[in-house]
């Protein structure tokens, strides 16, 4: 198993495990010649949660390349269980922290970066727990492509602040800039398993895509 020096917080396996733990043998640890491998277009998306949406993704959009990782065991062992059963070349999973797949990820690779609902650590004494901080953030503009997206939605919207406060930082520029395109609406929806959480508490939810244009 893969031994990582960064620390990670929140949950590592759940009640379905036990049931998707024969997929553990299809695991893939990273390594550079595999992402060498992986042809453009290349999406990365950070924090699978449940793997579904980005199986979804990559059996609807054949000719993208999907790169995922959560640190959360059931997510990645289902997103392998439905690449094997629905026979996904496009979909790659790896059951890492973020910090600890970047260093594998060549400069100038990702045509696009997702971040769904990251843990929101809504406490202030957990702030520093969130996933979207300012190494990270500079340490994926390396991994961006020019006129490369990062998107990320959340429903706290102090991190959704927060976070597009770092990508101004970074020089992001944000191709719409009407502030109805941050609100949840059809073309915003992701359907993913928070999303629908958040929906069903009736919570505000908050989107950003922003464009890496040098
Ligand atoms: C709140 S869930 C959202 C999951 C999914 N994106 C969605 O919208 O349903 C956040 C996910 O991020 C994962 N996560 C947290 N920190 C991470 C890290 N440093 N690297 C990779 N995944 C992480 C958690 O294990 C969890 O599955």
Not at 141 to 153: D, P, S
Not at 163 to 191: E, G, R, V
Request: charged share 30%; glycine share 4%.
């Amino acid at each position: 198993m893969f031994e990582s020096k960064n620390k990670y917080f929140g949950r590592k396996k759940g009640k379905s495990f036990v049931r998707l733990e024969q997929y553990s043998k299809f695991l893939k640890e990273p390594n550079k010649r595999l992402f060498n491998k992986i042809k453009t277009p290349r999406i990365l998306e950070i924090g699978i949660g449940d793997g579904e949406k980005i199986s979804e993704d990559a059996k609807l959009y054949s000719k993208i390349n999907f790169i995922g990782c959560d640190i959360f065991a059931d997510g990645v062992l289902r997103a392998i269980r439905n690449s094997v059963d629905d026979n996904l070349k496009n979909l790659q999973v790896f059951h890492l922290n973020i910090q600890d797949l970047l260093p594998f990820i060549p400069n100038n690779y990702l045509q696009e970066i997702r971040i769904y609902f990251p843990d929101p650590w809504p406490k202030n004494k957990h702030k520093k727990r969130r996933t979207v901080n300012q190494p990270l953030v500079k340490d994926l503009t390396k991994k961006l492509k020019k006129n490369g997206f990062v998107r990320f939605a959340t429903d706290h919207g102090d991190y959704f602040i927060e976070a597009l406060a770092l990508m101004k930082k970074f020089k992001y520029t944000m191709p719409d800039i009407s502030p109805k395109c941050w609100k949840y609406s059809d073309s915003n929806a992701l359907h993913t398993k928070f999303e629908k959480k958040a929906l069903d508490k009736n919570h505000k939810l908050f989107y950003f895509s922003v464009l890496k244009n040098y």
